[in-house]
Nanobody
Framework: VQLVESGGGSVQAVGSLSLSCTFY????????MDWYRQAPGKQRELVVT???????DYTDSVKGRFTISRDNAKNTVYLQMNNLKPGNSTVYYC????????????WGKGTQVTVSS
């Protein structure tokens, strides 16, 4: 499995960005997909999960502002980020793991999001 994130960039506060994570491998629909973020010097933080059944779970700080979705036909998961804040500036990573938890966690290389005030 290989994951490739895209869509990061720079935006002003209260603006929006949409991230994408494309899954290269087989049977994407059986994988749980996560978005994480990691600020310099801090641990990687789980932002949101979408299960293979499209159930979602958001960390409290992004509820109502971020939306995750997946398109199994395109092997892609999306993260729509609205009302961005400077504190949301960091690198965002995509992670995939099989819903049975068999096998490894697979990570993308990350995409930088910068929000200016």
């Amino acid at each position: 499995v290989q994951l490739v994130e895209s869509g990061g960039g720079s935006v002003q506060a209260v603006g929006s960005l949409s991230l994408s994570c494309t899954f290269y491998g087989s049977r994407f629909s059986l994988y749980v997909m996560d978005w994480y973020r990691q600020a310099p010097g801090k641990q990687r933080e789980l932002v949101v999960t979408v299960t293979n059944g499209s159930m979602t779970d958001y960390t409290d700080s992004v509820k109502g502002r971020f939306t995750i979705s997946r398109d199994n036909a395109k092997n892609t998961v999306y993260l729509q980020m609205n009302n961005l804040k400077p504190g949301n500036s960091t690198v965002y990573y995509c992670k995939a793991y099989h819903y049975t938890r068999n096998g490894l966690d697979n990570w993308g290389k990350g995409t930088q999001v910068t929000v200016s005030s």
